[in-house]
């Protein structure tokens, strides 16, 4: 199983960011998919989650109607589009598949996103 994010980088405050996790080694339409986060000195956030068939999708408090999270199938991949970001977005940000025993079993290495101006 490999998770491989990608689409972070720096970024103004009110602005956009399109991350992007790459699947690869197992049934992707199988699973549902969770972005997590984390910011320096802080504990792990979770941040959203969708399931196998991108029907139905579940955000934090803190993103919700400003995050996106959306999948495609055929591509394997899982995005999770950032809108109007905050300074309190910056962190790192990782995809993770959740296992079947309602676990997150896989993990990317994660990718930076910072929002400062």
């Known amino acids: 199983v490999q998770l491989v994010e990608s689409g972070g980088g720096m970024v103004q405050p009110g602005g956009s960011l399109r991350l992007s996790c790459a699947a690869s080694?197992?049934?992707?339409?199988?699973?549902?998919m969770s972005w997590v986060r984390q910011a320096p000195g802080k504990e792990s956030e979770w941040v959203s989650r969708i399931n196998t068939g991108g029907g139905i999708t579940y955000y934090a408090d803190s993103v919700k109607g400003r995050f996106t999270i959306s999948r495609d199938n055929a591509k394997s991949t899982l995005y999770l589009q950032m809108d109007n970001l905050k300074p309190e977005d910056t962190a790192l940000y990782y995809c993770?598949?959740?296992?079947?025993?309602?676990?997150?079993?896989?993990w990317g290495q994660g990718t930076q996103v910072t929002v400062s101006s």
């Open positions: 080694g197992f049934t992707f339409s199988r699973y549902d």
């Open positions: 993770a598949r959740q296992g079947t025993r309602g676990t997150r079993d896989y």
